[in-house]
C-alpha cells in the first residue's frame, strides 16, 4: 500500500503544495505571485484535460509538437525563475544584473529539456515518468548541487525534509510535465523507441538529469565569464 502511495502523483501534488505556505512565510520577492499562478495553471489545465480531453483534439504535426515542447518547457523554467527574483527589475537570483542571470539559468533549463526530450523520444516517458524524473532532479540539487535539502536534514526541522523534497520536486515536476498539459507525449515518442520498465526508466533519469545539472555548473561559469560586459544592464 506505501509503494502504491509513493506511485501516485495526487499524493505528491499534495505533499508540495502542502510546504508552499511555508515558502512563504519565509519571504519571497516582489513576483511571489507568478510561482503559485503557475501551478494554477498546470493544476486546471489537467482538470480540463481530464474533463474535456482536448489535447486528443489538438492536430499537431511532429514538427509542430517538437517545437510546442520546448516552448512551454522554456517559458514555464523562466517565468518560475522570475518569482525567485529578490527585486523588481533583477531576474532570478544568480546575478544581480538581469540579463547575465538569465543566461546563466536559460543554460541549466536548456540542457534539461534536451535531456528529457532524448528521454521522451527515445524511451516514451510518460507524464508520470516525467514528474518523478523531475523528484530526480530535484534529489541531485537539493542534496548534492545546491543543497537546500541537505540543510533542511542537518537543521532541527529535518522532519519537514519530505515536505521539502515533495516541494522540489513539484517545481520540477511542473516545469517537466506542463508541455504535456497540452501535447500528448506520444507526438515525441520515436517510431523506433526502446519499451522499458519504469525502474529503468527512473535510472536514466538520475544519470540525465544529475548530468545536466553537471553541464549547468559548467554552463554558469563560462556564462560568468562572457556576460561580463553585460554589467550595466
Known amino acids: 500500500m506505501i509503494f502504491r502511495l509513493l506511485r501516485n502523483l495526487k499524493f505528491w501534488y499534495l505533499l ?7 515558502m512563504f512565510m ?3 520577492g516582489p513576483y511571489w505571485f507568478v510561482e503559485p ?3 494554477l495553471v498546470f493544476f486546471i489545465g489537467l482538470w480540463l484535460e481530464s474533463r474535456y480531453h482536448f489535447r486528443e483534439k489538438l ?5 509542430k509538437a517538437v517545437l510546442l515542447y520546448f516552448v512551454i518547457f522554456l517559458t514555464t523554467a ?3 525563475e522570475l518569482s525567485l527574483s529578490p527585486t523588481v527589475g533583477s531576474f532570478s537570483e544568480y546575478h544581480p544584473k538581469p540579463i547575465p542571470s538569465f543566461i546563466i539559468i536559460f543554460g541549466l533549463y536548456l540542457a534539461l529539456a534536451l535531456l528529457n526530450f532524448f528521454l521522451i523520444h527515445r524511451y516514451r516517458y510518460t507524464f508520470k515518468e516525467l ?4 523528484g530526480a532532479a530535484s534529489l541531485w540539487e537539493g542534496l548534492v548541487f545546491v543543497g537546500g535539502l541537505t540543510a533542511v536534514l542537518l537543521s532541527p526541522t529535518f522532519f519537514l525534509a519530505p515536505l521539502t523534497f515533495a516541494y522540489y520536486m513539484l517545481i ?4 517537466f510535465c506542463m508541455p504535456f498539459v497540452f501535447i500528448r507525449e ?7 523507441g526502446i519499451t522499458i520498465s519504469f525502474w529503468r526508466k527512473m535510472i536514466y533519469a538520475f544519470i540525465v538529469t544529475f548530468f545536466a545539472l553537471l553541464a549547468w555548473v559548467g554552463w554558469a561559469h563560462v556564462a560568468n565569464f562572457l556576460t561580463n560586459g553585460f554589467e550595466k544592464f
Request: glycine letters at 14%; proline letters at 3%.
Open 16 to 22: 508540495g503544495l502542502a510546504f508552499l505556505p511555508l
Open 26 to 28: 519565509l519571504g519571497r
Open 37 to 39: 499562478s503557475l501551478y
Open 59 to 63: 492536430a499537431l504535426s511532429r514538427g
Open 78 to 80: 523562466m517565468i518560475y
Open 131 to 134: 514528474y518523478f524524473t523531475g
Open 172 to 175: 520540477y515536476g511542473v516545469i
Open 186 to 192: 506520444e507526438l515525441l515518442w520515436s517510431h523506433t
